[in-house]
């Protein structure tokens, strides 16, 4: 009998050592080792874009093609693989895929999975802006010939092409165009038209600022709104609406 009890005894003891193991977490460590630490939620759902991304690629889908080269050449990416980018990049724009060609010019203008080369990159994004008017590829080659980099320096040339990126709405080409009629750089100082880009500027400045901290279009908007009487005012607003109609309608 109280070799029965021993073994009573010793076995509670074993169950209620178990049970507060279970609950810690540590009889789980002891018997089957340490848990695996869970994967970042944020690289988990990457690596699922990308496995949805592949499998467009290869049913085809030239865009996802595109889609899946911009998550790769990313610095940022935890997935980045630039050269494969920019295989995707050539392959789509090979194929008259004008994002792709856009693509193609930027990764030679920054020389991320590709050399520098401006005068390559300046190609690339005149097939972009001609063939396809891509408001990206037409400011991209603007500044281009702004700086003179892999093509002669032309003023004329580069304000051309930021209006027309800012008739496409491209913000910061829409922003340009405003400073440049309000100072009278390039162009005839029209402060009516200058008051008109910057209306339409303003609401993506979020944008602008990422691509210049220094420039402000609702500041510049507001400084130079003190400047223009009632009816100025009204005519700038109404010359921004038509703009935005016209584009909606695909004029």
Known sequence: MSSFNDRSMRFLAYTLLLTTLLGSGWAAWFFFGAPAQDEDPALTALK??????????DAGDLNAQVDLGWVLIRKDSRLADPERAVDLFRDAAGKGVVRAQYAMGWAHATGRGAPVDYAQAAEWYRVAATAGADPDAQFALGELYFHGRG?????????????????????????????????????????????????????????????????????????????????????ADRMARDMVQGKANGR
């Open 151 to 235: 093509v002669a320096n032309d003023y004329g040339r580069a304000i051309d092409l930021y209006r027309a990126a800012a008739r496409h709405g491209h913000p910061v080409a829409q922003y340009l165009m405003g400073i440049m009629y309000k100072e009278g750089w390039g162009v005839k100082r029209d402060l009516v038209e200058a008051y008109k880009w910057l209306i339409l500027a303003a609401p993506q400045a979020a944008r602008i600022k990422d691509h210049n901290p220094q420039f402000d279009p609702r500041g510049e908007r507001e400084r130079l709104m003190v400047k223009l009487n009632r009816t100025q005012l009204n005519q």
């Open 48 to 57: 699922r874009r990308v496995a949805q991304l592949e499998q467009a690629v």
